[in-house]
């Protein structure tokens, strides 16, 4: 594992310290509440670039994973009690087999028609929750309001603790995805993504690593889910099973850098500002014009920077030093 | 069997619907051994290495490694086990540095980077790309992407190593440089399955040619042996090699 400049470190440590010192210092609710969302689609862009960025299979439809992270947990704090806690790690575990369940019969989908299997998957699971009574179908789940604590991953009087409980997740699913691309793991991943056939000639069990791709993806995405019903205490399958939260991910992480552990927080730092202040700023009249923005974006990225904005940060940096 | 024997085909078929791609070959390599596969475009020669390297399920036939049985075994197994290859068309992986390509090969026998690194940079030393490390798989030549995935190979630890046409679309320079590289290979005392068309090259390489047309082995000898056998001039060589043997 190569070994970190004291120049990272510091840069890591100050942008950390920022970050805890933050909602401290601008307490405007609205503001915490944009940061919050954007680490939540940080850790989803961090979450998808493991299976997308690195393994090379493009998901369309990530958001079956966060609603199926969602659910579980919502359905068992609502149905028989459990700990929303216990519920985070259920859901994973539900998203991973989920995950691994739809990910084996479409080992040998590649490129495009993998991406179409997703769409096809996620829009599946939607109309699936959309239609199952057990899980109130289109009226969704509403979680009752308990004792503010962090034991009950419930807290009312400020969003300052999910706030940093979501930090924390992020910096979870950085962690893994650092180690993940330092690791045989994701060294093979790069390979599968250039071609099957060379992965295989250098030994790599094709099937099984895009499976452990899916499977860390899904459950990351899951966990959010989770976080995601505990902060807005309400979920539908319109809300949290939407093909659009999907391509934003695909869209934040191929803005940030696709295959980079940081893009796809920047990527999100990025976009889900400018789709919450527009949605300020021209109020109902406004709808849409993120994603002309986000196009804007995306074709400028696509044309000048294919390696997303990280890659730009990265050749900076290598300009310097070379 | 005898216990030198490295690879062991017996009566291999490979149909693609109505095509037989490879019919009813057999041939085996002994152990140091290098063995040339010839034969004209569409002789089944790719299909051969995918069929022996898993990347193909033989229609029937049989193909073992040093005695066992490795027929219905998936491609990464065999690799595993010891078989390493190339590619016709050259296949590196374009957004990783020359280093990590070779490192993702070395993985195959360590589970972690570090070692893998330093087995990495012992192998990019002996087939001569060392000062190109930092490079990624894109910007190389087609000689060097050629060397590149030899390297890959043997990072592998391989104890067979299949090269499918890695001198094809060279300069002279460049194949000479290839030739030179695989003589060091067989001097380690690796075992070489080679598919080549440069014919100079397949002569000064051979233990052993094995010639196919049309799926089927028409001929297995001796370089020199090969080279002068009627059907294989008719077949492929052309009419320059039957002045050469005459």
């Known amino acids: ?322 | 069997m005898d216990k030198s024997t490295c690879l062991d085909v017996k009566g291999l078929s490979k149909w693609f619907g109505g095509l037989a791609a490879n019919q009813d070959i057999t041939f085996s390599v002994e152990e140091g051994e290098i063995v040339s596969v010839i034969g004209p475009n569409g002789a089944g020669k790719s299909t051969l290495f995918n069929c022996i390297t898993g990347f193909y399920k033989p229609n029937s036939g049989k193909v073992s490694f040093f005695g066992k049985d490795i027929t219905k075994f998936r491609a990464d197994r065999i690799c595993k086990l010891g078989i390493a290859r190339t590619f016709q068309i050259v296949q590196v992986i374009s957004d990783m540095t020359v280093l990590e390509n070779v490192v993702t090969g070395a993985l195959i026998r360590y589970t972690s980077i570090g070692p893998a690194k330093e087995k990495a940079e012992e192998i990019l030393d002996f087939t001569g790309l060392n000062d190109k490390k930092s490079f990624l798989g894109t910007e190389l030549t087609i000689a060097d992407k050629k060397r590149l995935e030899v390297s890959m190979a043997l990072a592998l630890q391989p104890r067979l190593l299949m090269l499918d046409e890695s001198m094809a679309g060279l300069t002279i320079v460049e194949l000479h440089g290839i030739i030179g590289l695989i003589k060091k290979i067989r001097d380690k005392g690796m075992t070489l399955i080679v598919v080549e068309h440069v014919m100079e090259a397949v002569m000064e390489i051979s233990d052993r040619v094995v010639v196919l047309n049309s799926g089927k082995k028409i001929m297995e000898g001796l370089p020199k042996e090969v080279v002068s056998c009627q059907e294989v001039i008719q077949a492929y060589l052309g009419d320059k090699y039957r002045a050469v043997c005459k």
């Not at chain 1, 769409?119 to 309001?145: D, Q, S």
């Not at chain 1, 992020?170 to 962690?175: P, S």
């Not at chain 1, 099984?208 to 309400?234: D, E, H, K, N, V």
Request: proline share 3%; aromatic share 14%.
């Open chain 1, 1 to 322: 594992m190569k070994k970190f400049t004291t120049k990272q470190i510091s840069v890591t440590g100050i942008t950390l310290l920022v970050l805890l010192l933050f909602p401290l210092v601008i307490t405007q609710t609205y503001i915490i509440h944009v940061m919050i969302l954007v680490f939540m689609f940080g850790m989803l862009g961090v979450a998808w670039n493991i299976m997308g960025g690195y393994a090379g299979m493009f998901s369309f439809g990530q958001a079956a994973f966060f609603g199926i992270g969602a659910y579980t947990s919502s359905f068992l704090v609502v149905t028989f009690h459990v700990n929303p806690w216990i519920g985070l790690i259920a859901g994973g575990v539900v998203a991973a087999v989920m995950a691994a369940a739809i990910g084996y019969p479409c080992s040998n989908l590649r490129g495009h028609y993998f991406a179409i299997a997703t769409i096809a998957f996620g829009e599946i699971v939607r109309i699936f929750f959309n239609n199952w009574k057990l899980v109130n179908a289109a009226e969704g789940i509403t979680l009752p309001m308990v004792n503010e604590s962090f034991t009950n991953f419930m807290f009312h009087s400020s969003k300052l603790p999910y706030y940093y409980i979501i930090l924390s997740f992020l910096l979870i699913a950085l962690v893994i995805c650092y180690f993940v691309a330092h690791s045989k793991m994701g060294y093979y991943f790069r390979a599968i993504k250039e071609s099957h056939d060379v992965a295989r000639a250098l030994g790599v069990n094709v099937v099984w690593y895009r499976l452990i791709a899916i499977m860390i993806s899904a459950f990351l995405s899951a966990m959010a889910g989770t976080f995601y019903a505990q902060y807005i205490l309400y979920i539908d399958p319109e809300s949290v099973m939407l093909l659009a939260i999907s391509i934003q991910l695909v869209l934040i992480s191929m803005l940030g850098g696709a295959g980079t552990v940081m893009g796809p927080v920047i990527g999100a730092a990025i976009l889900i500002p400018i789709a919450e202040f527009t949605r300020i700023w021209l109020g109902h009249k406004g709808t849409g014009v993120d994603m002309l923005i986000y196009g804007f974006l995306i074709t400028l990225i696509s044309v000048y920077q294919p390696q997303g904005i990280w890659g730009l940060f990265a050749n900076i940096g290598k300009k310097k030093n070379g």
